[in-house]
């Protein structure tokens, strides 16, 4: 299903990519779902359909943001009944939660602007404690007796659904008529849409596939496109990886409009780092991410890969698996391998313990 819905965006030209943890499946490169060979690079399956998972994955898919929308069309005419776009309720936060009791409690549109403003964006449970310790809070008339009760009511209406609207890019298909199993009704731009969001249809056994556009992708095709007015004929598939002109390029620094290495903390990286080859560039875009640099994985890394450290592994068995990256752990692949060679995991249950360090797993799960 998934790669006849990439099959109808490359006969259609439309620019598509898969993204994440599919990358991890031969066969859906063998597919042309994705184009990355886990062969080649050392991607794991089990990062993409783990067998001690009690969910199925997702294959998120990119299309260019110009024409994504042609390829929803194709999904929802080609499954007609089993088709629909999958659901996302907001819920009052903060600023709306005080926004729409003020509005209730009569105040104007100007006093609600200067009351509701200078919050963060934030669930309503943090606002009192928020009031007192932000300095640029302390004029903040919410601080004040007078707006007591309205702060009250504001905190009981936080959570609650505001309004149904359609997911980014989430479409759901079922394996039959899909209103047998789930309300349906019609979006903004008259799509079906399921009134269910995600999660109430992964409990159903629906599974979403995620259709997303990427403006990155259409300034892609537009370079392309440039390029044969000027007589050059680029194939993305084919150009190589070791032009050192790119190199260059990188390591001096300027990659403004290049995908993921554009901003200013990205760039002041690659200055760092001096990229020499493709896995460089990988791991400059590992590295530049939550998880690594609040460990400190930065520092580490580029003094043992310029040779002002020297690499040293915890056990002998982790040198196979870092040596690529000096000794510091930046993949989720290493964490998968080290539970495996380290602790005799499975591959299926070292991605539980992954998944543990990085987000909520169920009591289910865990045991």
């Known amino acids: 299903m998934v790669a006849d819905i990439?099959?109808?965006?490359?006969?259609?030209?439309?620019?598509?990519?898969?993204?994440?943890?599919?990358?991890?499946?031969?066969?859906?490169?063998?597919?042309?779902?994705?184009?990355?060979?886990?062969?080649?690079?050392?991607?794991?399956?089990?990062?993409?359909?783990?067998?001690?998972?009690l969910d199925l994955p997702d294959i998120d898919l990119d299309f260019d943001s110009r024409r994504r929308d042609e390829v929803t069309e194709y999904v929802l005419k080609k499954y007609p009944h089993e088709a629909a776009l999958v659901a996302?309720?907001?819920?009052?936060?903060?600023?709306?939660?005080?926004?729409?009791?003020?509005?209730?409690?009569?105040?104007?549109?100007?006093?609600?602007?200067?009351?509701?403003?200078?919050?963060?964006y934030l669930s309503i449970d943090k606002i009192r404690s928020v009031l007192k310790i932000f300095p640029e809070l302390k004029e903040n008339e919410l601080r004040e007796k007078h707006y007591e009760e309205l702060l009250g009511v504001s905190e009981k209406v936080g959570g609650f659904p505001r309004y149904l609207s359609s997911h980014l890019g989430g479409v759901v298909i079922s394996q039959g008529p899909l209103q047998d199993l789930v309300p349906v009704q019609k979006s903004a731009k008259g799509f079906p849409l399921a009134q269910y969001d995600k999660d109430d249809l992964e409990k159903l056994g629906l599974i979403k596939t995620d259709l997303l556009s990427l403006r990155m992708l259409g300034a892609i095709s537009e370079a392309v496109e440039h390029l044969k007015m000027r007589r050059i004929d680029l194939n993305l598939e084919t150009i190589p990886l070791d032009d050192e002109k790119v190199y260059q390029l990188l390591r001096s620094t300027k990659t403004v409009g290049c995908f993921q290495?554009?901003?200013?903390?990205?760039?002041?990286?690659?200055?760092?780092l001096q990229p020499t080859k493709f896995s460089d560039i990988v791991a400059n875009i590992s590295l530049f991410r939550p998880g690594p640099m609040h460990a400190d994985m930065i520092t580490p890394f580029l003094e043992r890969r310029h040779g002002r450290e020297k690499v040293s592994y915890l056990h002998p068995i982790l040198e196979p698996i870092l040596k690529e990256t000096y000794g510091v752990i930046i993949f989720h692949e290493q964490v998968l391998r080290i539970a495996q060679d380290l602790a005799g995991f499975s591959l299926g249950q070292a991605d539980l313990l992954r998944r543990s360090m990085t987000e909520k797993i169920s009591q289910e799960e865990k045991e």
């Open 261 to 272: 290495l554009e901003s200013p903390g990205m760039r002041q990286l690659l200055g760092k």
């Open 88 to 120: 996302t309720v907001p819920t009052f936060r903060a600023r709306g939660a005080i926004r729409e009791v003020a509005r209730a409690f009569g105040l104007s549109y100007k006093k609600i602007e200067s009351l509701t403003n200078a919050l963060p």
């Open 6 to 53: 990439v099959s109808f965006a490359k006969r259609e030209g439309i620019r598509c990519s898969a993204r994440g943890s599919a990358s991890g499946s031969l066969v859906a490169y063998l597919l042309g779902i994705s184009g990355v060979d886990p062969l080649k690079h050392g991607l794991l399956f089990e990062r993409f359909l783990n067998p001690e998972r």
